[in-house]
């Protein structure tokens, strides 16, 4: 396995961290600590640290989840030294290989809920950012509020000072630095969210709100929140990938992590308590990042979800074999130039269609092997979060609906879980219970359109879209998903 004491005799080809460990403090405190932080967030933070003045930023991550995977990947980062190899491929098959260390610490909070507090509250601590999923911001998509109501919620409201979620750690981590006289820290959100430093605001303010007024306003006042927007396609790694991983670096890493050679990251510059000099390796700061993300993720993001759906239909199981199917190839170019590039308000020096084509290339990638199952899990968070702009201007436009009726319909076609060849794979909802599930079976091929996935355009006349859904239900079912294909 890696360890701090391998870095000295890394194999030909793999680039060790350019700056002494053990000179690194510990500037930010991360939630969630995935494939796709470890391939963005601490990728960006690693070549930081490599720049003069910039060894206050090291990263403490945090694991939420106990149990015997919570404690698995615990004992494996601190067997490491937090250290990992990150393997970047280009489309053409050329790999570089670095062994990232920005990672200077990782913290079970079940196991010990009073160490990350400390961290929390220590002064050195200045951003804490997260990557917990788009669904994982308890946001009740109706009223667009907190939701206060969520058992785990109730807990920690119960028991502050010894909480669970994040919601939890976070707001008690800075009481105690209000109650110290320590300036906040920022509160930065790096999940696939429109606007999601707002989201975290209204999450976190809200959930303070409920505990102490007084806090909640200092937090309001003082703590700030930037919107971001993430781009980097990190498929998972199995046992499989980790082995050819291992086997092409000449490392032996047990935590071995695969991306894409493209990266973007577009912050705020909103930092309340200093922030690293990320735009030395290649972070864009600017006023307002909304038309970024708008074309990120009604581009990428739904092009990814509309593909995803199409190909797991079709047998597929990795996203390049979508794009090297010259229908779903012609779909997903209608869909884009027709549908979402006319409706998207992009920022100035954005050419949409160059984009268009680097979105080909990027999911052509067949070294990244990015799995249909994962593009397509919570995909009941993902369609509205992707979805849900380009749905509602199509509707208030009257925009042809018949390429966008088709992605909903195979959407929900997909979660059904057989293909056309009769084969079952098993779709990731974990948002949504066993009898909205259920409504994907139901004879009435309306009632799925229930789902809460659909509900950011519940509020407009949905007739001719739910009409129109019905009808590519039901030709993907009569004749198959190339067939019903809009023309």
């Known amino acids: 396995m890696l360890k701090e004491t391998t870095l000295n005799h890394l194999p030909a080809g793999v680039q060790a961290p350019q700056y002494r460990r053990a000179e690194v403090g510990r500037g930010i405190v991360h939630f969630g600590v995935g494939n796709f932080f470890r391939a963005h967030e601490a990728w960006y933070v690693d070549r930081c640290l490599a720049l003069p003045g910039q060894s206050a930023w090291g990263i403490v991550g945090v694991g939420l989840n106990g149990g015997r995977r919570g404690e698995a990947k615990a004992h494996e980062f601190q067997q490491q ?19 990232i260390g920005a990672l200077r610490e990782y913290l079970l909070a079940p196991a010990d809920p009073e160490a990350v507090l400390r961290r929390l509250a220590d002064p050195g601590t ?28 109730q807990a920690d409201l119960a ?13 008690e981590g800075l009481r105690r630095r209000r109650e110290a006289g320590v300036a906040p820290f920022t509160v930065l959100s790096c999940d696939n969210l429109r606007s999601n430093g707002h ?42 990938t980790r082995n050819a991983l291992n086997e092409a670096s000449g490392l032996e890493d047990d935590l071995p992590v695969l991306a894409e050679d493209f990266s973007q990251w577009v912050l705020e510059d909103r930092f309340c308590n200093g922030r690293p000099a990320l ?16 074309v990120k993720v009604r581009m990428l993001n739904a092009g990814h979800i509309l593909l995803g ?29 027709l549908d979402a590039m006319p409706l998207i308000d992009a920022p100035a ?3 949409l269609d160059v984009y268009r084509r680097r979105l080909l290339s990027r999911f052509s990638n067949r070294a990244v092997a990015d799995t249909l199952l994962r593009i397509c899990s919570d995909g009941a968070s993902k369609v509205q979060v992707f979805w849900t ?22 959407y929900l076609e997909m979660l059904r879980g057989r293909d056309e060849r009769g084969e079952t794979y098993s779709p990731v909802e974990p948002t949504l219970d066993a009898d909205q599930l259920a409504l994907v079976n139901a004879t009435d091929l309306a009632a799925a359109l229930a789902l809460p996935a659909f509900d950011g355009w519940r509020d407009m006349d949905t007739t001719a879209l739910d009409q129109a859904v019905v009808r590519a239900r039901r030709a993907i079912r009569e004749h198959g998903v190339r067939a019903g294909l809009p023309r």
Not at 279 to 294: H, I, P, R, T
Request: with cysteine; charged share 25%; proline share 3%.
């Open 81 to 99: 030294d937090g250290l990992y190899s990150l393997t970047e491929v280009a489309a053409d098959g050329a790999r570089r290989v670095s062994v």
């Open 126 to 153: 200045r951003i804490v950012s997260m990557t917990i999923t788009e669904g994982g911001y308890n946001i009740d998509e109706k009223t667009g509020e907190f939701r206060l109501d969520a058992p785990a919620i």
């Open 159 to 171: 028991n502050p000072r010894r909480p669970a979620t994040v919601f939890g750690y976070v707001v």
């Open 199 to 240: 989201i975290a605001h209204t999450a976190f303010v809200g959930y303070a709100r409920a505990l102490d007024a007084d806090l909640a306003a200092w937090i309001n006042a003082n703590v700030t929140f930037p919107c971001s927007m993430v781009d980097r396609i990190t498929p998972g790694v199995d046992t499989a």
């Open 279 to 294: 735009e030395k390796v290649g972070v864009e700061f600017v006023d307002d990042v909304a038309g970024y993300e708008q």
């Open 309 to 337: 759906a199409l190909g797991l239909l079709l047998g597929y199981r990795y996203a390049h074999e979508t794009v090297e199917d010259a229908d779903l190839e012609r779909f997903a170019n209608a869909y884009w130039t």
């Open 349 to 351: 020096g954005v050419d």
């Open 389 to 410: 702009d380009t749905v509602r201007r199509a509707l208030a436009r009257g925009h042809d609906l018949e390429r966008i009726a088709f992605g909903i319909a195979a």
